[in-house]
């Protein structure tokens, strides 16, 4: 038997993981896979961004101009996600998101994520619990770097 190519998942890794393949599969309706070639920017610092990207394959940094430099702010990866806070609070983007390699994502902007939760609460709530503990890990890990710069 071979694989069908055609029609893409969202695997069941990271913020995705609690989730059934029913559950995946319905979800990914709501969104958009797309493919992002090595140096195209996924999302571009200032501008407004209200979407989720769940990455589903190859590598992505993340940067911000700080005292007129790009400043590498991490790299994103498989099962990782961009645009949690945008997703939630809709604003300019912080970061520059921008491929390495040849990556493929899922996306879902905030007005789709809104009927995903009307129609399938149960699911929605284990993603939106993904959503609000990769935050929280990511503002431990800012209190983290300030502390550690302040000496503490």
């Not at 038997?1 to 979800?27: E, H, K, N, V, Y």
């Amino acid at each position: 038997m071979s694989a069908d190519f055609s029609s893409p998942q969202i695997p069941a890794l990271g913020i995705m993981q609690p989730l059934g393949d029913q559950d995946r599969d319905l979800l990914s309706g709501y969104g958009e896979f797309r493919p992002v070639q090595p140096g195209s920017h996924l999302i571009e610092e200032g501008s407004v961004q209200t979407s989720l990207y769940f990455v589903i394959s190859g590598k992505l940094h993340a940067s911000a101009i700080r005292g007129g430099h790009r400043v590498l702010l991490g790299s994103v990866g498989v099962g990782e996600t961009v645009g949690e806070i945008n997703l939630l609070d809709p604003s300019a983007a912080s970061a520059t998101v921008t491929a390495v390699e040849f990556s493929q994502v899922w996306c879902i902007d905030s007005k789709s994520l809104e009927a995903y939760i009307n129609e399938y609460p149960k699911p929605a709530a284990w993603l939106l619990i993904g959503v609000g503990r990769t935050i929280a890990h990511r503002l431990r890990a800012v209190n983290e770097k300030v502390a550690s710069f302040y000496g503490g």
